[in-house]
């Protein structure tokens, strides 16, 4: 079955990309940052493969919105589509949510999901799908000078009161992107709603045994074991630097990337499906580090430990108050991949991850390009979304592709019992 879906907050289109591996059709992605939606442009709305590109509606302009800005101007375009979406997904910012921030409850990015509620009215599609970190599910917790702290409900048990009033059934879930073939650890929380979904459907959606079966199907239709995991060697080896010749950078000035010799394993090669075997990837930009700084990369492969955070004391011998540096562990699974690119530590080279390193941890196919700045900071971190912080912010493809695989399913279940029940209700009454 194929839904027709809107990527709300889409960012660069990793869960639009998901969906249409799974076989759904794109409508609408909904981005408010530049450089975010160049990258989605010309992945997913300009890109040579037809099976992956929006079906984009000509009443709305083909570029970035803010959905605030797409509400105001572009409602009677959105009322239009009511009948002829399945699917509304998305994930509203979670910077205000995330236990590594500050965790305000008037934090203005909070409120967003009740634009992303408006969109729900206005389009009624039969499935939403709501995707952020699991601390959306956290209470707040607000200090008051002369009162005991008080504690707020959840966002996540708002956005369902809310959605129950529409007339949507929905349930909550967590899932862990290493177990669908992402080489990483990165839990995220879902709520998943189906406009007049009967109790078995909802019942269904969150059964162990049943997502367990789509999990082995979606494994094996990667041609993994479900069994496996993707480490971090296995998932970016191809891309080590050492012994290769160094190139100037294919969309840099006065930078220099290493040349592709190929892939050395099963996960690379299906990344790098329609590549032609030594065809270079975009986005392999290598940092320019000092000597100093190469030199606190080597003192923390030889001291740290890897596959974690740097302790308290090797943080002081290096002389940075910085608290989240990870030395990757080659043969294990790769922390949640951040929008920061020196947050990570490569295996056995003394430098940071390319964007195409980021990338692989994250499930985006070679194919896929990066556009826009590589970095950014100060204040502009308010307003850019770089290639790092594109990637950091996105659904892994791979997740999304599951998801997709998944909501199809409880769609045909929720056909079928819908079916049973009218055929139960025809039968006539024994006398």
Not at 45 to 69: K, V, Y
Request: with cysteine; proline share 6%; net charge positive.
């Amino acid at each position: 079955m194929s839904l027709k879906f809107i990527d709300l907050f889409a960012g660069c289109g990793g869960l639009s990309l998901g969906l249409m591996q799974a076989g759904h059709t794109g409508v609408l992605a909904v981005e408010k940052t530049g450089h975010a939606f160049s990258t989605l442009r010309k992945n997913l709305l300009e890109g040579a493969r037809e099976r992956f590109r929006f079906d984009w509606p000509a009443s709305i302009p083909r570029q970035n919105h803010d959905i605030i800005e797409l509400l105001a101007n572009h409602e009677d375009a959105l009322l239009s589509l009511r009948g002829q979406v399945d699917l509304i997904a998305g994930g509203p910012p979670c910077q205000g949510f995330s236990v590594y921030g500050d965790r305000k409850p008037n934090d203005l990015r909070n409120a967003l999901y009740k634009k992303y509620l408006k969109v729900v009215e206005l389009v009624q599609p039969r499935v939403v799908l709501l995707e952020n970190v699991e601390g959306i599910d956290m209470p707040f917790v607000q200090k008051r000078a002369n009162s005991p702290p008080k504690v707020v409900h959840t966002t996540a048990a708002r956005i369902k009161k809310e959605l129950k009033a529409m007339g949507y059934g929905s349930v909550a879930f967590k899932l862990c992107s290493s177990e669908y073939g992402v080489p990483q650890v990165r839990p995220r929380f879902f709520i998943m709603a189906m406009r007049g979904a009967t109790k078995r459907t909802l019942q269904l959606a969150t059964n162990p045994e049943f997502l367990e079966s789509e999990r082995i199907d979606h494994m094996w239709a990667l041609r993994l074991d479900p069994a496996a995991v993707t480490t971090v060697r296995q998932a970016i080896s191809d891309l080590e630097i050492t012994g290769k010749a160094r190139l100037p950078c294919q969309d840099t000035k006065g930078f220099q990337q290493a040349a592709y010799a190929g892939p050395l394993t099963p996960y690379q090669v299906s990344m790098r499906e329609g590549m032609t075997r030594l065809q270079a990837p975009n986005s392999m930009r290598l940092p320019r580090h000092g000597d100093e700084t190469i030199t606190k990369f080597k003192l923390l492969q030889e001291k740290g430990q890897p596959g974690y955070k740097i302790g308290d004391e090797l943080r002081k011998e290096l002389g940075t108050s910085k608290f989240r540096i990870h030395w990757l562990n080659a043969d294990k699974l790769a922390p949640t991949i951040t929008t920061l690119p020196d947050d990570f530590i490569h295996y056995n080279e003394p430098r940071i991850l390319t964007v195409r390193e980021f990338a692989r941890l994250q499930s985006f196919p070679d194919w896929f390009e990066f556009h826009g700045k590589y970095t950014t900071g100060g204040e502009l971190r308010k307003v850019d979304c770089p290639r790092y912080s594109q990637i950091g912010n996105a659904v892994p493809p791979r997740l999304a592709m599951f998801l997709g695989r998944y909501l199809a399913s409880l769609v045909e279940q929720d056909d079928q019992f819908k079916a049973e029940e009218e055929a139960d209700q025809s039968q006539p009454m024994a006398a």
